[in-house]
């Protein structure tokens, strides 16, 4: 009897469980029944608002679209404007009706003075081999070549195999207080190892007081490749004012450089747009860029070096007679 009781109570036991299986399956199905009915109704109520809106829009193309496209300008331009700025906008250079010839980069001396022409890679150098310093460096920096990482920076300083004549050596630099302070800059140069190379060549190298190197002319280098990127290309000249009157430095007696400059110009609008700049050899503090700008011209009456001497006269002067700061904001 007591057997039958237990196996009663098992039977039972089984089909509780069963029907309890069973309720928890109705329940899973309902819901999933329920969701699917959701989405689809979601998925209809989405189709209808987005025909009702795409119609409105299209009514009045003038209203909302105009309002979106403003908020995403200014959306834009206030991420911009939290970085450096560039002079003017892509759309402007691509607007451009003139370009510089090949070559345009090139200055001339404008008086006497040792020069030996020596072109690399990534820029050209006027050397000099009575200061074993240049007497400029010029070379054109495109927004591929600004923006490239191609190569690591090589930190290898060494002879220019092309120098005729005496060149510094590290030797010179050792102890004295002075950088070996780069023309054309190496972090212009990373589209090409060779150019990196190049870069580091004495022919390049002038003794910078560390304030000046790893100041405000690192800060121009830094800027002049926004520059380029954002307006495809920027030319670029660079280089100590030599006088007879410089200390020297080391065994070669390296000219010791008071002042060096730096002017740069690019086409926007249609026409070009040029600056300059004159660096003391020290350290500047925190001296913004943009109160040190100059006119072409001026830079031209105290270096002795006639800039971008091969463009037609009415472009040259226009060019180097004023600064627009519209073009050379920070």
Not at 42 to 52: K, M, Q
Not at 137 to 144: G, I, N, P, Q
Not at 153 to 182: C, I, M, W
Not at 203 to 221: A, F, H, M, T
Request: proline share 4%; with cysteine.
């Amino acid at each position: 009897m007591a057997k039958k009781k237990t196996k009663g109570r098992a039977r039972a036991t089984r089909r509780k469980k069963a029907s309890s299986f069973v309720s928890s399956m109705r329940k899973l199905v309902v819901g999933c029944f329920a969701a699917v009915v959701c989405m689809v109704a979601a998925l209809f109520i989405y189709d209808w608002l987005s025909t009702r809106l795409g119609s409105r829009l299209s009514e009045d193309p003038s209203g909302d679209r105009e309002k979106i496209a403003a908020s995403a300008l200014g959306s834009r331009k206030g991420s911009k404007e939290k970085g450096k700025k560039s002079p003017a906008s892509v759309k402007e250079k691509r607007s451009s009706t003139y370009t510089f010839p090949a070559g345009t980069e090139i200055p001339r001396l404008t008086g006497k003075r040792t020069e030996q022409i020596i072109r690399h890679e990534g820029y050209t150098v006027s050397y000099n081999s009575d200061y074993k310093i240049a007497n400029w460096v010029a070379y054109e920096l495109t927004a591929s070549e600004a923006t490239s990482k191609k190569s690591e920076r090589s930190n290898k300083f060494s002879l220019d195999p092309q120098v005729k004549g005496a060149t510094a050596t590290n030797e010179d630099y050792t102890r004295t207080g002075y950088d070996r302070g780069h023309l054309a800059p190496a972090g212009d140069m990373k589209w090409s190892g060779k150019a990196m190379r190049e870069s580091f060549y004495f022919s390049n190298i002038c003794p910078q007081r560390p304030g000046l190197n790893r100041g405000v002319w690192k800060d121009l280098e830094e800027q002049a490749r926004l520059w380029a990127a954002e307006n495809g290309s920027l030319l670029i000249v660079a280089g100590p004012v030599i006088t007879d009157d410089l200390r020297r430095l080391g065994k070669h007696r390296v000219g010791v450089p008071k002042l060096f400059y730096k002017v740069l110009c690019y086409v926007s609008e249609g026409k070009p747009q040029g600056v300059g700049f004159l660096f003391e050899n020290k350290d500047y503090g925190d001296t913004p860029l943009s109160s040190l700008m100059l006119p072409i011209d001026k830079v031209e009456e105290i270096v002795g070096v006639d800039f971008f001497y091969s463009l037609p006269d009415s472009v040259e002067n226009l060019m180097e007679k004023s600064v627009d700061k519209n073009y050379w904001s920070f």
